[in-house]
């Protein structure tokens, strides 16, 4: 029997239409909810616009947005904004701590509405020492709790780090990219940058320093973008490429075939117009070497170097590939020579460094020269036997090359030097032995070992180094507060302790000895006008923000010493900073108008030449310089008022002789020579604050200098400890070298010679000619040299720097640089004088026989003729020659144990004394 289910019969067109209604039902509704929701949402703007309430308080929060605040919009919920970090007193992380309370507070404005709230909220959020300050405000109800921006700037007072500037300038100075990507380095730059307060121009330099090596090279390939911010876009945009190239590299390496085919590729190198050292970050790579390999530089490279005008095979620059200079001319590869564009300059090729050499109690300030190309540290043999430094013979002798590959002429190296203390800055120090060349024209050699063992920072552009390496920082830099130190070509004087045998006299070496006013003295520094002058003062000078905070701290501190006092003088000059070696301000009064008006004291300076050849006999020496100098002697009573200067800080007036006054190194003269009357010449030599020790023997030479500092601490002077010299026998003094029989110039001088600019105008000329002057004794026939150079200091003559003064400068430039060394008199031996003349000036030697035969200079003597002088037949020039000679040795020649010789290349001087009848002039 069938059996049929009757709800299944259901016809399927049925099913269908009932499918459809629903459809449209669904849509029908859903349209009437969106409807419904704009209706809803206008309403709400509506009632929003006509009844808004009050606003509620907007903090004063620097940086914060103006548009689109949290309390904008009541019945939008405020943000969840995580509480900042609890502070416990790091004064580094003060300012994100700060910052953090404030974002805190502006984005949710509605819960820390008052000041109450907010300084509460930040109490909770500090402990350890912050904490317990705010409590002890809690508890007596400090009225800086009222006001969340007094507070705020209570909590920056007390936390805020003081050394902000500094710290940041250290902090940025030592940052460096490596091998991070640029992204992280920028990042950590602007962070230090905005507290540096350094304008764009030095921010741009220190980025540039801190660069990765390749990111250099590219930008010393384009160009340097104006601004700081066209560099980071820059770089950023460029150290993206270069890890995309170092992944290409990685993932496609080259394929070194000899046949042609498609795939071979060689990945050409990234190169700049001076060659680099491959960094580990950086494989090296070679130029597509056609002969070898025959590829194709990918379509982005080829792009790349087109757009840059860079050499399609080589990657270089000012050239292209059918003249690349690396481009083999046959099948064989060849190794690539960087081509140099030389032109001149008026800037030195050389980068000359000042460093200071010590061992045991001798120290020596020379200049270096830092020589990449150099393999090793060398010191010159002449300078080497001169400043006395110990010698050693080396275990293996060494052979040099020279740059062309040929051997070092003086033959392989020997000898070396005993261990040595060497100061490059005030804080660099480190033990160093050097080999021993003969290189004159270079004292010091620093070579590549050195260069790779202080990896220093080289700013080329202004030839100074900074040392932050590793190794410098660990076992180099004396300071734990920075680990940067910059040097150029001024030195600091390396301290010394006192010496175990004058322990008893540290007194006379304490710092704090001149910090209080000295004693009332007979050599009081008066100032005497002349009749009927006028009482001077002088314009009140502009100072810069930094001028006016050394002025202020110089005024504080010589008031707290009693050096100044306030001043209602009808005088006063100006004052004014010049630099220091060092960088640092010197305030300078100028005291000219007051000068003009003064009446000269003419006591005495001594006479440089004549101070030295005291010394012919010392074969030990120390120097003393005194502190404080001129601020050793009062003004004299009643004549305070005439030192008075104006400054924005006030009308001051000086109780101790300041610097400036005409009269002050006379007194200050007297005062010295008087203290040391009968001491001088005997073994004291005395010029200004400078005090030379000399003495035959060391036993002597102890109780010299003990006597000496007796006779100090007797008048109250002190001695600087970090300039003294004790018991050497060689000795910076006066800018000369001294040693025993002998005087040398000064090393530094001899470099500053060496490397001085071209003069351009008539003062430039004129302060070259000053400078020379000053060692004219060791030049022979200087006059002679120097006439090109001093007619053009002629005010009647136009500058004009012709072929003949260039001679000249080249020939005064050469001459200093091999200087002799000129002994000292020896009154037991005879003197020989050889003279000669010119058309233009006379000159002479003055010599004694040395126990090897031989003539050693003693002194040189030049003078120009004058117009009328050089009329003068040769027989009266010579003559001329004789006397002006014998008139400058007078002191050295006259009562001479042993008759004087004459040199001389006039063979007609010689009938002189035979002659029937002499001219007047003769006569």
């Known amino acids: 029997m069938d059996v049929t289910d009757c709800e299944a019969t259901t016809e399927p067109t049925d099913l269908m239409g009932a499918f459809a209604n629903l459809t449209r039902q669904v849509s029908a509704l859903t349209r009437s909810v969106q409807e419904l929701r704009v209706e809803q949402r206008d309403l709400q703007v509506q009632v929003h616009n006509t009844a808004a309430p009050p606003p509620y308080p907007t903090p004063d929060v620097q940086h914060a947005p103006r548009s689109s605040r949290p309390d904008d919009h009541p019945q939008v919920p405020e943000p969840n904004v995580p509480l900042p970090e609890r502070f416990c007193g790091n004064r580094a992380g003060f300012d994100a701590f700060l910052l953090d309370c404030h974002l805190l507070f502006s984005l949710k404005p509605r819960t820390y509405a008052s000041d109450y709230v907010k300084v509460r909220t930040v109490i909770s959020l500090m402990g350890g020492e912050p904490k317990k300050w705010a409590y002890t405000l809690l508890n007596i109800q400090d009225p800086v709790l009222d006001s969340w921006i007094t507070f705020a700037e209570a909590l920056e007072s007390m936390y805020k780090d003081p050394n902000k500037q500094s710290t940041a300038q250290s902090a940025i100075r030592a940052l460096r990219q490596g091998r991070r990507p640029v992204e992280e380095y920028i990042t950590d730059f602007r962070h230090y940058a905005h507290d540096t307060c350094w304008n764009e121009t030095a921010l741009i330099d220190q980025f540039r320093m801190g660069l990765s090596e390749p990111l250099k090279d590219e930008i010393a390939r384009v160009g340097i973008p104006p601004t700081l911010e066209g560099i980071t876009r820059f770089c950023i945009q460029m150290d993206r490429r270069l890890r995309e190239r170092r992944l290409e590299r990685l993932n496609t390496p080259a394929q070194v075939s000899t046949n042609r085919s498609p795939s071979s590729t060689v990945l050409p190198p990234i190169t700049s117009r001076t060659s680099v050292p491959a960094t580990p970050s950086e494989p090296p790579s070679e130029p597509m070497q056609i002969g070898l390999v025959d590829g194709r530089l990918p379509q982005a490279e080829r792009e790349r170097r087109r757009r840059l005008r860079l050499c399609l095979y080589c990657g270089g620059v000012n050239h292209q590939a059918r003249t690349c200079p690396v481009k083999p001319t046959r099948g064989k590869p060849r190794h690539i020579i960087s081509p140099l564009t030389v032109r001149k300059s008026s800037v030195s090729p050389l980068l000359m460094i000042s460093i200071l050499l010590q061992w045991q109690q001798m120290k020596i300030p020379l200049q270096a020269m830092v020589d990449s190309g150099a393999s090793g540290c060398f010191i010159d043999t002449t300078t080497a036997s001169r400043i006395g430094i110990p010698l050693y013979n080396k275990n293996t002798p060494i052979e040099i090359q020279l740059v062309d590959g040929s051997p070092l002429k003086s033959g392989p190296i020997t000898t070396e030097s005993a261990l040595l203390w060497m100061y490059t800055g005030t804080n660099h120090l480190e033990e160093i032995r050097f080999d021993i060349v003969s290189s004159p024209m270079f004292p010091v050699i620093l070579g590549l070992p050195w260069l790779r063992k202080h990896d220093p920072y080289i700013q080329w552009s202004t030839a100074k180094i900074s040392f932050c390496s590793p190794y410098c920082k660990e076992r180099c830099l004396q300071t734990s507060h920075t680990m940067n130190t910059i040097l150029d070509t001024n030195m600091v004087r390396l301290g010394v302790q006192v010496p175990p045998t004058y322990q008893a006299f540290s007194d006379v070496f304490d710092e704090k000895g001149v910090e209080t006013l000295p004693p009332k003295r007979p050599y009081d520094c008066p100032i005497d006008l002349l009749p009927g002058a006028v009482i001077p003062y002088g314009r009140l000078y502009p100072l810069s923000e930094p001028e006016l905070t050394v002025l202020k701290g110089y005024i504080d501190e010589n008031l707290r010493k009693g050096f100044l006092r306030p001043s209602t003088s009808p005088a006063g000059a100006g004052i004014f900073f010049v630099k220091k070696k060092d960088g640092g301000l010197r305030p300078c009064i100028d005291y000219r108008q007051l000068n003009a008006v003064t009446i000269k004291n003419r006591y005495p300076l001594p006479l440089i030449p004549e101070l030295l050849e005291r010394l012919k006999t010392a074969q030990v020496y120390t120097k003393l310089d005194l502190r404080g100098a001129y601020n050793l002697i009062r003004m004299r009573h009643g004549d305070e008022w005439k030192t008075a200067f104006r400054s924005r800080y ?83 003094f006066l800018g000369f070298i001294i040693s025993p029989g002998s005087i040398e110039m000064d090393p530094q001088k001899i470099q500053a010679i060496h490397t001085w600019p ?44 012709t072929s003949q003064a260039q001679k000249a400068f080249n020939t005064l430039q050469e001459r200093f640089t091999t200087a002799p060394i000129l002994t000292l008199p020896k009154p037991q031996l005879p003197f020989f004088v050889e003279v000669d003349a010119s058309e233009i000036a006379t ?18 003597y030049s003078k120009k003729l004058n117009t009328s002088e050089q009329n003068y037949d040769i027989t009266d020039k010579e003559l001329l020659a004789i006397k002006r000679a014998f008139e400058e040795w007078r002191h050295l020649l006259e009562g001479a144990t042993h008759p004087v010789t004459v040199l001389t290349d006039h063979k007609n001087l010689e009938y002189l004394q035979s002659a029937k009848q002499l001219r007047p002039r003769q006569a």
């Open 758 to 801: 071209i003069p351009r105008t008539i003062k430039e000329v004129q302060r070259f000619i000053g400078f020379a002057n000053f060692y004219r004794r060791f030049i022979k026939r200087f006059s002679d040299i120097i006439h090109p150079l001093t007619q053009l200091t002629k005010s009647s003559v136009p500058f004009h720097w």
């Open 843 to 860: 000159g002479a030697v003055l010599s004694q026989r040395s126990p090897d035969n031989l003539l050693h200079p003693i002194a040189y």
């Open 650 to 732: 006030g009308h001051f007036e000086y109780t101790v002789m300041p610097y400036g006054l005409c009269n002050a190194p006379a007194t200050f003269q007297h005062f010295v020579n008087d203290i040391f009357r009968d001491l001088l010449d005997q073994f004291v030599i005395a010029y200004l604050d400078d005090i030379l020790i000399f003495s035959p023997s060391l036993s002597e030479h102890r109780r010299h200098v003990t006597m000496v500092l007796q006779r100090l601490r007797d008048h109250h002077l002190f001695a600087k400890l970090d300039k003294c010299v004790f018991e050497t026998t060689k000795i910076p």
